[in-house]
Each structure stands twice: as structure tokens, then as C-alpha cells.
């Protein structure tokens, strides 16, 4: 008599209770404030879920730092903002030692990079040394005054903003800076309706200060943590894990390129291709979510030699051509 086969035990889907707990609320208590902005409010939360720092270019005025003020209330977290002039010590960001003449003891300062979110208006503004100070802060998640180092929030997360066409008395960030931060993200001028909507919420409102002032509603403590959980556990098939790899491996053959893209940006294009993956509420991720996370993931890890700027390509354009000539895995 024939046995019957042994039955094959599939793994069960995968619930993101926590993401979508946490979108939802994040978007509802967001669009009471900023009339659309969708794009940008959500990839600002993949920066989060994905625990990584994101660089917003975009002209002034567009509701960029809004945004992150707003979302660090949402968040229930701790907010700092620094304002980059040409003048910036590292001292002014990190903190310092003070004596103290009643304990004559040296005490620390802290600065403000010891909190949850730190906001870096005009980042190219600092000089290239202040710059550096924050290097060791977005990587590791600490700062070392003095040869002691102290511990950054687990939540600690970097946005920096820098205008794109305001290049007189900026400083570029280097390629070490720019790999560090996981996304960048480019915010464009709302549609006219929205616009609309955002000068009849001013004139209802006492200005901006109104605006801000709403009773915004905090997430539970406990939902950020797990939110990021979820993101990290999304599944990924061995042919996604090589077609991540051949279009990482592709930036630094491409013949438009001088520079590509590091092993710090694949891992990087792992993680936002899960959080699309979760913002779509799938526990798994297929190719359109590469597609999705490739383009704010890679475009400022890429250098353009110089002959391809001057025959007009850019940094999207090379990465948008190089998602073209990888071949898909086949599902």
C-alpha cells in the first residue's frame, strides 16, 4: 500500500498589526496640519521604520521641517533642531565639558544631538569639520566628547534639509556623509489644490502658530519598536536577495558613473524595499517594491562623470536606466 506523502508545512502569512496601526495614525493626525505632501510624509516614515536618516532637498517654504516637528509630536519622541550657518562649531551640536566651580568637577553640556530626532536645517551651510561631528552620530549612534563616549537614543534619527538651488556659501557634503544617510528624499511644490487648502487652513487658523499648536495624538509608546519589527521580518525570497545585489553591482560598472553605489546602500535597499513592502501591508517582498526604494536609496550614493552631466543626465535618470537593463526574477 502507497503512503500517502508527507505534508509540506507552509510558513503563515505574515500580519503587520503594528504598521498599519501606526500609518494609519500618523497620516490622519498629519493631513490636520499638511494639505498633502503624501509622498513625503510617507517616505519619511520609512526613514523611521527602517531606523535609518534621511536628506530632504527642496526649495524653502514647502513644509519640510513642519513635517518632522509634526511627526517627532506623532511619535511621542523628543525633537532638537539646529539651524547650519557657515560658523558652526562641532562643540555647538555635540555638547562640551563645562567645570563647575561649585563640585570643581567637569561636568558635560550635552548638545543637541541627544534626542530622538534631530533636525539639520541647510546641512550644506556647516562647515566641512562640523560636518564630520556628525559622522560618528549617524553610524554608530554615539558621541565621544572629550575620549568618553555617550550612548544616542536607540530611536536617534538624523533629517537634514538643503536647498537646491541656493549654492553661495555651502559647503558639499562628501560621499562618507552622504552614504550615511539611508534616503534622500526630494520634496516638490504642492498641487494647486492642495495649495488651496493650505491657504484656507491659514486664514481659518491664527497663522502657522495655530497650526501648530493642535492637540495631535500620540502612538503608544510600544508601537514604534514593534512597527520596526515587523518591517525587518517582511520576507524575501533568494531571488530577490540577487536581484538587489545585480542592481547595486550594476552602478559601479554603469559607464555614466565615476562612483557606485556602496555595500551600506544594498543593505539600505533591503530595508526601504521591506518598508514599501509593509506599506502596501504584504509580509513579503516582490520586485516592484526594489523598483519603488531604488531611486531615493541610490540617487546620492552615484557620481555622474563629467561628460554625462553635461549631456544632461542625472543621478535618477542613470539609476531609473539601470532598473531597466537588470532582468526581473521571474515569480
Known sequence: MEENPPAVETEPEMTLNAVTRLLTHARSELSRVIAGQTEFIDQALIAILCHGHALVEGVPGIAKTLVVKLLARVLGVEFHRVQSTPDLMPSDILGTSIFRNATQEFALHRGPVFTSFLLVDEINRMPPRTQAALLECMEERQVTIDGVSHLLPDSFTVFATQNPIDFEGTYPLPEAQLDRFLLKLRVTYPAALEERAVLERHHRSTGQRGLESLALIPIPPELLPEAQREVRGIRIEAALFDYILQVVRRTREW?????????????????????????????????????????????????????????????????RDILAAVPVPKR
Do not use: C, F, N, T
Open 255 to 319: 559607464p555614466m558613473l565615476v562612483l557606485g553605489a556602496s555595500p551600506r546602500a544594498a543593505i539600505g535597499l533591503m530595508l526601504v524595499s521591506q518598508a514599501y513592502a509593509a506599506l502596501d501591508g504584504r509580509g513579503y517582498l516582490v520586485p516592484d517594491d526594489v523598483k519603488r526604494a531604488a531611486v531615493p536609496v541610490l540617487r546620492h550614493r552615484v557620481i555622474l562623470k563629467p561628460e554625462a552631466e553635461l549631456e544632461g543626465y542625472d543621478a535618477d535618470g542613470v539609476v
